[in-house]
């Protein structure tokens, strides 16, 4: 057996206080409990990760508006068919709620073959009915949509579940329909997901169809701080030369309940025989004992004796032989036994939706198209459950080679799986409220402000461990002020986030650009995605949105490595990361923005990938990036000459091109720049 390699990772340290599993007297959880006081909105917006109850939360949500608030029905659509059994009966009235939920069988579209062969069908009977509720799939709604018009929902209730499938782009259709339901203004809408955002970039909502929604936000730290068993969390990326299934049985731990997503065959990573790479793959886990003959599970005896069992969820060849597996995976000692099943092996199956509490091991080859992919996957590993303490994910990916022709692809998956990375560090950290360091501040009831206790003469961190919130003071800090502004800065950070480390242009410069200045990246490069992404807000909560997201991007990779690297700080402590954002406000003595601005927000990345990947390939990297390196553009001038007219403001003079100062020198570029362009345009 090959040795498990240690994965240089990110970990996320949790209170396991119980919180986020106790129910109150209606037998609603925390998050239930948040989502079901906003029930009388005609739009809502829940963002709660994988295990929080957003199933059960619509239950609560669509009985009461049913009941109590004239909505004639409730129509529940689920991306595909094997999430449909989220909203299967549930006896409430147990629990202590008013009503139970109830679905007759015709009406779970999920199951039922439809009407005259066409699901499209059985939901406009479904409308012409008695009954209340009905679940059908994303495909059988735009469907029925298409076919009917959407004025067909009047007075219904139209919940959408693993929201992030829907965009803005016109060429999406359940997206295109949402803004005529909208539009119309004759429906309810309450949306459900655990990633509100796309890994193509694309906007999930117009804008103007956003500010519609009330948000209920339930935070990744807020559920995972709240299990009662599972208190760590590692994330991680490991490059292997040659082929992956040499160097999988490095990072695989076999006494691990383990999820293994395989390459797709078209992919880079791939040997373009999937039932080859799974048979190695059992082949060097132990010794082939044969299959199950009730689950068509392999038995599989490993080099310490213990005997594991495997489901294949790859091999398609024979299809009696697949239904056996999966159904095997849909048994109930799933959740009740945790011997049941040990390793499963997928390739497109076992991700969104798919519900194995025992998991504690994600493992994924090579990248995944979207960052939503990704964070499903790792949401297959943080159920809680008994006896499971920690859980990991682990994304191998193949190092650039030279002699491939498709280089520059290779270096592309590298900067994806940096990008999913950083990304999961903001979703899984707590939440930063930030406020403007002034001498009317006082301390904040609730919040830990550490030993020594709030200072009136400094910037505070103060840590609500209840809530998982920071409250931390900035110098010079630009405050949101209108009301849209103000909730971007209190629940949307993230969203502005995975934008700004999806720009290409910008984790490029910032991890391999020795020129590179960083106040290019946090207020040129970040300014610009603040603007297009929210047009409509002005120049002042722009700025104020753009300082808050750069603050908590930059504010976590710096207490990350403090947590990582010193030695007083408690490797492994709950408090970790807490005391890393703590003891960096503490050694910088004054907490500023101009300070936070002059970080690169991929350094800390930069110094893992440093230890995960060979010199050679990190100067192969170098060179593919530097070899396309783009000259200064109009807009990227015109904003760094907005910088120059503020610098000029707050100091009385221009920036200049000979300063010590990269940034002012930088700024002084973009102003000459523009000079130089509009000097030539009047010889011309």
């Known amino acids: 057996m090959t040795k498990i390699k240690s994965v240089p990772s990110v970990s996320m340290n949790y209170a396991t206080n119980g919180s986020s599993t106790r129910s109150n007297e209606l037998g609603m959880r925390v998050m239930q409990e948040r989502a079901f006081e906003k029930r009388g909105e005609q739009y809502l917006l829940i963002k709660s990760p994988p295990a929080s109850g957003k199933s059960r939360a619509l239950m609560f949500i669509a009985l009461d508006k049913i009941h109590n608030q004239g909505i004639k029905k409730a129509i529940i659509t689920v991306p595909e068919k094997s999430i449909g059994s989220s909203f299967n009966d549930e006896p409430l009235t147990q629990f202590g709620f008013y009503w139970d939920w109830k679905v007759n069988p015709k009406w779970n579209l999920c199951n039922a073959p439809g009407e005259d062969g066409s699901k499209a069908n059985a939901v406009h009977s479904f409308l012409q009915s008695d009954d209340t509720i009905l679940i059908c799939p994303h495909a059988t709604f735009r469907n029925a949509a298409a076919k009917f018009g959407v004025e067909v929902f009047d007075g219904c209730l139209i919940a959408i579940d693993e929201f992030h499938h829907v965009s803005a782009n016109p060429n999406n259709k359940l997206g295109a329909q949402l803004a005529e339901l909208i539009a119309r203004d004759k429906t309810h809408v309450t949306a459900m997901t655990g990633s509100y955002f796309r890994g193509d970039a694309q906007a999930v909502m117009m804008p ?31 490059f292997y030369p040659d082929s992956y299934a040499d160097s999988i049985l490095e990072v695989l731990n076999p006494h691990e309940k383990t999820i293994i997503h395989i390459p797709s ?27 199950e003959k009730e689950t068509g599970f392999h038995r599989i005896k490993t080099s310490g004796g213990k005997i594991i069992k495997i489901a294949d969820l790859v091999d398609d060849t024979d299809e009696k032989q697949r239904s056996k597996v999966q159904n095997a995976l849909k048994m109930p000692e799933m959740k009740s036994n945790r011997d049941h099943v040990d390793i499963i092996i997928a390739l497109g199956m076992a991700k969104e939706g798919f519900d194995w509490i025992w998991c504690e091991h994600a493992l994924t080859v090579g990248y995944r198209s979207s960052l ?87 910037s505070n961190v103060g840590f609500n461990k209840n809530t998982g919130e920071f409250q931390i003071e900035i110098k010079g800090l630009t405050d949101p002020k209108s ?59 722009q700025e104020a949105v753009r300082q808050h997201a750069v603050a908590a991007l930059n504010l976590t990779q710096q207490a990350k490595n403090i947590a990582n690297s010193d030695n007083e700080i408690e490797q492994g402590g709950s408090t970790a990361l807490i005391d890393g954002v703590r003891k960096f406000a503490v050694d910088v003595r004054d907490l500023e923005i101009d300070l936070i601005d002059s970080i690169n927000p991929f350094g800390e990345a930069y110094s893992i990938l440093s230890k995960t990947m060979t010199e050679e390939s990190l100067k192969q990297i170098a060179a593919v990036i530097s070899a396309k390196k783009a000259k200064l553009t109009h807009d990227e001038a015109r904003e760094l000459a907005l910088r ?29 720049f523009l000079q130089q362009n509009a000097q030539d345009a009047q010889n011309d």
């Open 483 to 541: 009301a849209e502004a103000q909730r971007i800065c209190k629940q949307d950070l993230n969203e502005v986030i995975t934008a700004f480390v999806q720009d290409k242009t910008s984790l490029e410069r910032g991890l391999f650009d020795d020129e590179m200045v960083p106040q290019e990246l946090t207020q040129v490069r970040m300014g610009k995605i603040i603007k297009e992404k929210y047009p409509d807000l002005d120049d002042a909560d």
């Open 208 to 238: 103007e169809d956003e500010a519609r929604f009330e948000s209920v936000t339930y935070t990744y730290y807020e559920q995972l701080n709240g299990y009662e068993h599972l208190k760590k969390l590692d994330i991680g990326y490991y």
């Open 265 to 291: 065959v078209m992919s880079r990573e791939s040997t373009k025989d999937k039932y080859k790479e799974v048979e190695h793959i059992i082949h060097e886990l132990g010794e082939w004992l044969g299959v």
């Open 372 to 458: 939503t992919e990704i964070i499903q996957i790792i949401g297959r590993s943080t159920r809680d459950a008994e006896g499971k303490t920690h859980a990991r994910f682990t994304n191998l990916i193949a190092e650039p080679d030279a002699a491939e022709d498709l280089v520059t692809d290779a270096v592309n998956d590298t900067l994806k799986a940096i990008a999913a990375s950083l990304l999961m560090e903001q979703v899984l950290a707590p939440r930063f409220n930030f406020i403007s360091k002034s001498n009317q501040n006082t301390p904040i009831d609730g919040f830990d402000y550490g030993e020594d206790g709030y200072d009136p003469h400094k």
């Open 644 to 672: 120059a007219l503020k610098f000029k403001q707050e100091r009385g003079r221009l920036p200049e091109i000979n300063s010590p100062d990269p940034w002012e020198q930088r700024m002084a570029e973009g102003v000459a």
